[in-house]
């Protein structure tokens, strides 16, 4: 019997038994109880990853009738339960205080638990039936999370297109593992595996799970519900969405192309790079042209997503042409940053929560100053921001500069066009990197620094302590994870050997202070070393200011940028950062419309710069489909006025078109 399975599941039951406390609506209780769950998860998977087991499996008699549910643990599924544990464990920790400031705890409570526990069992199912049951569970779930605040417009319409949107990637998934289940006479994942089939059918299936799993993970042109959705929510509902959920959705792609199907053409991995290349640059454009700070953070969700899916269509490239130690040294970046995207985005989420606590606003444009009376989550937040921009030596350079030496292994492919492909992808990826540090300088300096540009910033006051603590532990994690980023790829091993049949480095624990060098070109990382030497210069600059600069000061007014007024709104604003960027890129890519609106010479007024940026994809690709199918259910709402005559003369007519339907294609 299945140790690990048998206590998750009963563990999740245990979880269904709380609604009976959801009467008292005693939060506190509800997320202590996510806490030791989210916990049990953690340790879970980190004791089956360190232990070196294969996988344990566990069958019910529940689902379908012939096949029931079962489920498994291996290497891949517990990696993944790691990811989704951790971020639960710490937004359940964070909610404790949080709840205190939120006025849906009633509306929250139940569909969170649901969320937690639905991302789990996606992971531990192994047939396509438990999968696809707990898949549309999660998304439900997260949809109601979405429709907390349903009174406000914009989150209807959020709502509106995330369920559209979840629909068509789970119909997506239906038809892929359909079509895997039909040659194996078998929905378990053990049994669709062993199979062979034609490649234009794998091909087919192929598309199906990128059309599936990119539409919830949110890569490029499939993420216009993601900017929508991941604001409208809870700030740590929109931590696990953007950073946890996403991540169950790379599972399924690895899952399902890696495992279930027999081979991988060579195209399959020239789309994944292009598409996730695009997704990368576009994303962090998208990011930079925002004023509010949780819309920012889902586009940034994009940006990353796109750095994870280079990393997977680069192992299965080098894979395919026999590279396998190359194969696993993308595969390790991209299951890295996957990881470190969990963690640094959390954060910062959590953080964009707490600044929304205090200040009841998101525009950074009515931020500035809050340094000064939010100083653990300034600090923390900065902590995150240095993480996602890739700067050493915090985890997310580490990750980065996996996929970049990856990356470089490019030249030693066969195919001509992978040859300028892949370094085409690597110029995006370091791109992208450059615009995120430009991004995140800009949502650092509006809202921390420079002057309260509003009342609400002017008195604000620090988040409560379980909020604080929460955000430390990520801080903590950013740091760690940079610094010896061989804890992780000790975890890792197992994952990548099952995946590429290899592991890149060496699996010891007494070479965590060794640095990450690659053979091929003796390029090293050591985070220990950069660290320390870092220190040894800042310890060194000090001491020679304190012994070369004069005791002696004086005060002078600070510049007013030539305006004699000292108002907070002289200063620099994240409209004015971006407008470099925006008259770059806004023609083609965010159909910009710029106004000014000046007063009459009679009548003197401010002027104003009216600003307008369009998503064309949405615009032009799924406006269209989403209004039509608005149209429709109004005309066909009818249905549901039917008197119970009518009912059966309808059902009848159904069933009468079905068989007709079955005895034409039989």
């Known amino acids: ?78 990696f993944f339960l790691l990811i989704v544990n951790l971020g639960s464990f710490v937004s359940s920790f964070y909610g404790i205080g949080y709840g205190s400031h939120t ?48 009174q406000h417009k914009e989150t209807a319409e959020a709502g509106f297109i995330y369920i559209l949107m979840a629909s068509l990637g789970t119909f997506a998934l239906l038809f892929a593992l359909s079509l895997i289940a039909a040659p194996s006479k078998s929905y378990c994942f053990d049994q669709m595996g062993k199979v062979s089939m034609d490649g234009k059918l794998a091909s087919l299936i192929f598309l199906l799970a990128l059309l599936g799993a990119g539409s919830k993970a949110g890569l490029i042109p499939l993420h216009v519900w993601l900017p929508k959705a991941h604001p409208a929510a809870p700030s740590h509902v929109s931590a696990l969405m953007s950073g946890v959920m996403t991540k ?23 789309l994944i ?35 994870v899916f280079i990393g997977i269509g680069l192992s299965m ?42 200040t009841d606003q998101r525009d950074m444009e009515k931020l500035g100053g809050l ?18 921009s890739a700067l050493p030596p915090l985890n997310g350079f580490v990750s980065e500069w996996l996929l970049m030496q990856s990356i470089l292994q490019s030249p030693q492919l066969p195919s001509w066009g992978m040859k300028f492909l892949v370094p085409s992808v690597g110029a995006f990826l370091a791109l992208s990197a450059a615009l995120a540090a430009s991004c995140f300088i800009k949502v650092y300096g509006i809202t921390f620094l420079g002057r309260p540009r509003s009342m609400q910033s002017t008195v604000a006051s620090e988040t409560d302590r379980w909020s604080v603590l929460a955000m430390y532990a990520l801080a903590f994690l950013c740091i760690i994870f940079g610094i010896f ?78 305006y004699p007024e000292k108002s907070p709104d002289c200063q620099y604003t994240a409209n004015s950062f971006a407008q470099p960027i925006r008259k770059v890129f806004g023609p083609f890519l965010f159909a910009t419309k710029e106004k000014v609106v000046c ?68």
């Open 1 to 78: 019997m299945n140790e690990y399975l048998l206590k998750g599941l009963l563990f999740i039951f245990i979880f269904y038994i709380s609604f009976v406390v959801l009467a008292k609506n005693n939060f506190r209780f509800i997320y202590w109880l996510s806490v030791c769950y989210s916990g049990f998860g953690l340790l879970c998977s980190l004791s089956f990853l360190l232990s070196g087991q294969s996988s344990q499996s566990i069958s019910f008699p529940l689902g379908l009738p012939t096949t029931g549910a079962h489920f498994k643990i291996d290497a891949l599924a517990s």
């Open 103 to 150: 006025s849906e705890q009633s509306r929250t409570l139940p569909f969170y638990i649901i969320f937690l526990g639905s991302m789990n069992m996606v992971l531990l199912a192994a047939d396509a039936f438990s999968f696809l049951f707990f898949w549309e569970l999660m998304s439900l779930s997260s949809w109601a999370l979405v429709m907390s605040s349903h």
């Open 248 to 270: 169950v959705a790379v599972y399924g792609f690895i899952r399902i192309v890696f495992e279930l199907l027999p081979s991988q053409e060579k195209w399959w991995s020239i």
């Open 273 to 307: 790079l292009i598409i996730a290349g695009i997704s990368t640059v576009v994303g962090v454009l998208y990011a930079l042209m925002q004023h509010d700070i949780k819309r920012l953070l889902a586009y940034h969700t994009i940006e990353n997503i796109g750095i």
């Open 317 to 358: 490239a080098f894979k395919i042409y026999g590279m396998t130690a190359a194969s696993a040294l993308a595969m390790t970046a991209a299951l890295f940053h996957a990881l470190n995207h969990s963690i640094f985005k959390n954060l910062l989420f959590l953080g964009s929560g707490a600044i929304q606590s205090a």
């Open 371 to 388: 340094i000064l009376n939010m100083p653990h989550t300034a600090f923390t937040f900065l902590i995150g921001s240095v993480a996602i």
């Open 485 to 562: 980023p061989r804890l992780v790829i000790h975890l890792l091993g197992p994952v990548v050997r099952a995946i590429a049949a290899t592991h890149y480095f060496p699996l010891s624990a007494k070479s965590f202070f060794m640095p990450l060098s690659l053979v091929v070109d003796q390029n090293a990382y050591n985070g220990f070393v950069l660290v320390l030497l870092l220190g040894i210069f800042l310890f060194f600059i000090l001491i020679s200011v304190k012994w070369l600069s004069s005791n002696q000061f004086r005060r002078t007014p600070i510049w007013d940028c030539g």
């Open 599 to 666: 007063s009459e010479p009679w009548y003197p007024k401010a002027a104003k710069m009216i600003v307008k940026l369009h998503d064309q994809i949405w615009e032009y690709l799924y406006k269209p489909v989403a209004m039509a199918i608005d149209r429709i259910s109004e005309k066909i709402n009818f249905l549901q006025f039917l008197t119970v005559r009518r009912y059966l003369v309808l059902v009848f007519l159904t069933l009468v078109c079905l068989l007709g339907c079955l005895a034409f294609l039989l």
